[in-house]
């Protein structure tokens, strides 16, 4: 069965540290890996990640994919209160002559001022 | 504001009721999705059709019935549901032809409460 498993499911910082948000998966037919961040409503795509080693960084985010360990980190450096959300890891693959996207459970991240 | 529209943002029904979702977007997606997410808990993909056809349905029951009446419209018809199917469903699109950069666009949500 596909499956993608976040660590950790929770997580409390104070305005500046750095945080790493890891997602593992063992999925068959992989194409790619994405993050979203979640406030109260849509989910907002941050990154979609294809090959493996290449960083995506988006100012204080960024993300890597290692495709032989099947992981992928997500890194927020200098973190601000507006950083608190759920963050998702979802891989896709190709299945049924379509695409599918499979959520992980998330990491809750909440920055105190 | 997204690309993905859904209405209503708010329903509230009673288990006897027929009522349904809608999902527009004019991005040229040929791929379109229901979730359902229940508080603190990841999406749950429902259904996928692609080209217009339904290509997954992920045991999900009958209750829920999907219509894509063409390539920008997705409806999730609801009919004598249950207190526990309360949740906010998302509608989402993406491509399939060059998908490899195209990521899943999300609409706000329907936030359904069932009494």
């Known amino acids: 069965e596909d499956k993608v498993v976040q660590s950790p499911l929770s997580l409390v910082v104070h305005e500046g540290d750095t945080v790493t948000l890891n997602c593992s998966y063992e999925?068959?037919?992989?194409?790619?890996l994405l993050w979203y961040k979640q406030e109260k409503k849509a989910p907002t795509f941050l990154f979609m990640l294809?090959?493996?080693?290449i960083e995506k960084k988006s100012g204080r985010l960024s993300s890597i994919l290692d495709k032989k360990e099947l992981f992928s980190i997500l890194n927020i450096t200098a973190t601000q209160t507006g950083d608190s959300a759920v963050y998702l890891c979802?891989?896709?693959?190709?299945?049924?002559?379509?695409?599918?996207?499979?959520f992980g459970t998330g990491t809750r991240l909440k920055v105190l001022a | 504001d997204t690309e993905v529209t859904q209405t209503p943002k708010h329903l509230v029904m009673g288990m006897t009721n027929k009522k349904s979702l809608k999902c527009e977007q004019h991005?040229?997606?040929?791929?379109m999705y229901w979730y359902k997410q229940k508080a603190k808990k990841p999406p749950e993909l429902m259904f996928v059709?692609?080209?217009?056809?339904?290509?997954i349905n992920e045991s999900v029951p009958s209750r829920f019935s999907p219509e894509c009446p063409n390539s920008s419209l997705l409806n999730l018809h609801l009919h004598a549901l249950q207190p526990e199917d309360s949740a906010l469903y998302l509608c989402?699109?993406?491509?399939?032809?060059?998908?490899?950069?195209?990521?899943?666009?999300f609409g706000n949500g329907t936030r359904l409460t069932v009494t």
């Open positions: 989402a699109s993406s491509q399939l032809q060059g998908a490899d950069n195209s990521p899943l666009h």
């Open positions: 999925v068959t037919n992989f194409r790619s």
């Open positions: 294809t090959s493996s080693g």
């Open positions: 979802a891989v896709r693959n190709f299945t049924s002559g379509t695409y599918k996207y499979i």
């Open positions: 991005m040229g997606h040929r791929a």
């Open positions: 059709y692609s080209y217009e056809k339904l290509s």
